[in-house]
């Protein structure tokens, strides 16, 4: 009955696949053992596996059997000692290990189930467990694709950079890409194309080219890649994210350009005529993608503008709205959705895009984000940057554990928000810094990109008379200026209506003092209506018929103290760029709180030792 | 007003600096009894109220008088300030008052 096995065959099939192939087309081998896998966490649920050590009585090897072929052990066709014939299988390496994976197997049932034949040796390194379904670890990858192969593949564990013996790179060792600096000559980094911008190109008096960029993510980390001009030719086409490539020097590493990337990385890759890239056989050893979540409690102490990742349960999502962009007139589409986790904490996210209008993830599920700004907007809010990915349930520990945990509890939480965080200057949000009116000129607010917001507190010494009100539409909810058509009439193009006397609404200039300096603001209606005590209707009434009285109600108006809320920001006339002050909102002094704050100041004065 | 004397604000603790001066005091009136009032500020005042002080009891007053030698204001003017008076800040203002003497009062 030895005579039937096919001795030597493993050893073949492994190191000599052709050989194995014309010598030993199916293989007949004694099956030593078989025992069943409980599956931890690898994916499918609930999948009974199968290992069994298969023997050509020269050596033995363990093996994992495909779920195609469980019946055997079901049907307890397959039993120890019994031999069985091999007539699909897979030879796989795995970190030093041989490891067959069967495919289709036949028990010899007229055989029966002997003792162990021979005295097998151990195929290649000394195995002392097969590779199981792995606990993935915390740190390890998440979401490793299985390759659409008729089975599963035992998962991979965690792969420190070792020598791969599949195709391809030969003989040079895998860098980890964090390992990556300007001084490392010669490397190799195997990782996947996690994202890959547009081409882009530029005109500029200097040259034009185009360039695209790509992030490679490996175990260790991410770093950014860019190709120009003659390399976008060569491997943009190539490069397709998702996959898996094998990059090798010569290839430009230099500290990273921060402002064009969402990736922590110090460093970034550039390209080069000469740099190789090859598609890698092995599509699964490599992470997908990697995540460094913040819990939403511990945004709060993340800092404005920074570039986090978040994982939380849906709690509620709105409809898709368009705004459009003041600067560019475009219009965008965006979602905003309401996160919670298990901080007890909820914060705001806005997503924009194609991700807006395709999202239909319903509220209880996951959601993971990669790349989110942070922003202290209602005290901590997150926005999805176009760099930046969802997902919408996956399947990582994190995931799985929220799930859990509002199951059990989270659910029926009420959450706390970061709204009543303080941000610089009190709990109106961004608009409570105050100044004084020498700061707000030697601090430049307003000549910045984004307008300046602040609290003042002076006094009104002038207003400018002529012009202080404008023919506005009677219409609810349109402030349009409305022409004079000499008739009796006053016409609203936005509304197409015509009115037989128009509301007069305020745009008026005042200048106000404080005890650093002077400054011109100027107030919309609302504002104007505190300041005159009148309505503008009124006062052009005035002016109509009672001249003087006029004059006298822009008198007692003057010399007010009050608290204006007001916005800076730059606006070009014509050639010129200038600063202008609007007033959002003006209040009455509260004497009792402004002594308090004074009293404040002048202690924090005395302790400075002034 | 002057032009070389000042009235500074104080409470109880500053009347022995200010004999025979005049001061400015703002407290809670505790007890009325007819031209005489006891004043809280920061310390227990006795008043002698001239006669147009028309003072209602709990409501906050500012005083300005002069010092008697034993520590009791003969009131010059008085105006009544009604319920909502911040006396703490009062009080801070004549701490930061003493604190910066040349800010607020002449020397004479």
């Known amino acids: 009955m030895a005579g039937q096995i096919t001795q030597g065959a493993l050893d073949a099939m492994f190191n000599d696949p052709d050989r194995a192939q014309q010598q030993f087309p199916v293989p007949i081998l004694q099956c030593l053992q078989i025992k069943t896998l409980d599956s931890k966490n690898g994916g499918a649920g609930a999948t009974e596996r199968f290992r069994i050590v298969l023997s050509d009585l020269k050596n033995y090897v363990q093996c994992m059997m495909a779920t195609q072929t469980n019946h055997l052990v079901h049907d307890g066709l397959l039993q120890r000692g019994c031999i069985v014939r091999l007539k699909q299988y897979q030879a796989q390496c795995l970190k030093g290990k041989n490891i067959l994976i069967v495919l289709d197997l036949e028990v010899i049932q007229s055989l029966g189930c002997p003792e162990k034949m021979g005295d097998p040796q151990p195929l290649g390194s000394r195995s002392a467990e097969p590779a199981q379904n792995p606990n993935l670890g915390s740190t390890g990858f998440y979401g490793v694709k299985n390759e659409p192969t008729q089975d599963t593949k035992p998962q991979f564990p965690r792969q420190a950079p070792s020598r791969n013996t599949s195709a391809g790179q030969g003989s040079s060792t895998i860098y980890p890409i964090e390992g990556l600096s300007p001084f490392s000559h ?206 919408i349930d996956p399947d990582i520990p994190e995931a799985h554990h929220l799930k859990g945990w509002y199951d059990s509890s989270g659910r029926n939480n009420t959450f706390a928000t970061h709204n009543n965080m303080q941000t610089l200057g009190g709990a109106t949000g961004r608009k409570d810094d105050t100044k004084t009116i020498s700061q707000v000129k030697e601090e430049n607010l307003g000549t910045s990109e984004m307008p300046d917001y602040f609290s003042l507190k002076a006094t009104v010494v002038f207003i400018k008379q002529d012009n202080f009100a404008y023919p506005g539409c009677r219409s609810e909810g349109c402030n349009k200026k409305v022409t004079d058509m000499l008739d009796g009439t006053w016409r609203c193009e936005k509304c197409q209506v015509s009115h037989d006397r128009p509301q007069y609404r305020y745009i008026m200039s005042i200048n106000v003092n404080d005890h650093t300096g002077q400054l011109w603001l100027s107030c919309f209606d609302d504002t104007a209506r505190i300041i005159m005590g009148k309505s503008a209707d009124e006062l052009m009434e005035m002016r109509e018929n009672d001249e003087t009285r006029l004059a006298a109600e822009f008198v007692q108006a003057n010399c007010r103290k009050l608290n204006f809320s007001c916005r800076a920001k730059t606006d070009t006339f014509g050639e010129q760029q200038r600063v202008r002050y609007q007033v959002m909102s003006a209040a009455p002094l509260d004497y009792k709180m402004e002594g308090n704050k004074l009293n404040e100041l002048i202690n924090a004065y005395s302790q400075m030792g002034m | 007003m002057d032009g070389n004397s000042s009235t500074p604000r104080i409470t109880c603790a500053y009347l022995n600096q200010y004999v025979g001066k005049l001061v400015t005091v703002v407290g809670k009136v505790v007890q009325l009894r007819g031209e005489e009032a006891t004043i809280d500020a920061d310390g227990t005042i006795h008043a002698f109220l001239n006669r147009e002080a028309h003072l209602s009891a709990n409501n906050g007053v500012q005083l300005i008088g002069k010092v008697n030698p034993d520590l009791s204001i003969k009131v010059l003017s008085s105006i009544d300030l009604g319920q909502g008076v911040d006396y703490n800040l009062a009080n801070a203002v004549v701490e930061v008052t003493h604190r910066y003497k040349p800010l607020f009062l002449y020397e004479n």
């Not at chain 1, 599920?365 to 969802?390: H, N, Y």
């Open chain 1, 186 to 391: 010669k490397w190799t980094i195997k990782a996947r194309v996690t994202s890959k911008s547009d081409i882009k190109t530029w005109h500029k008096p200097s040259g034009e080219g185009k360039l695209f960029s790509v992030n490679f993510l490996d175990e260790s980390g991410e770093i950014r890649a860019t190709g120009f001009n003659d390399q976008v030719d060569q491997f943009y086409d190539l490069l397709q994210e998702g996959q898996v490539y094998y990059i090798s020097t010569p290839c430009r590493v230099q500290l990273a350009k921060k402002q064009y990337s969402n990736l922590p990385n110090d460093y970034e890759l550039t390209f080069e005529r000469d740099t190789q890239i090859e598609k890698a056989e092995d599509q699964t050893s490599v992470p997908q993608v990697r995540f460094n979540f913040v819990n939403i409690q511990e945004l709060q102490d993340v800092e404005k503008d920074a570039t986090v990742d978040v994982i939380g349960v849906l709690k509620e999502v709105q409809e898709v709205t368009q705004i459009v962009a003041k600067n560019t007139q475009k219009p965008y589409d965006k979602r905003e959705l309401t996160l919670v986790d298990n901080t007890g904490y909820s914060v705001r996210c806005t997503i924009w895009g194609k991700t807006a209008t395709n999202f239909d993830a319903q509220p209880e599920s996951i959601v993971a984000l990669k790349g989110t700004k942070v922003s202290d907007f209602g005290g901590r809010s997150l926005s999805l940057l176009s760099s930046g990915t969802m997902a």
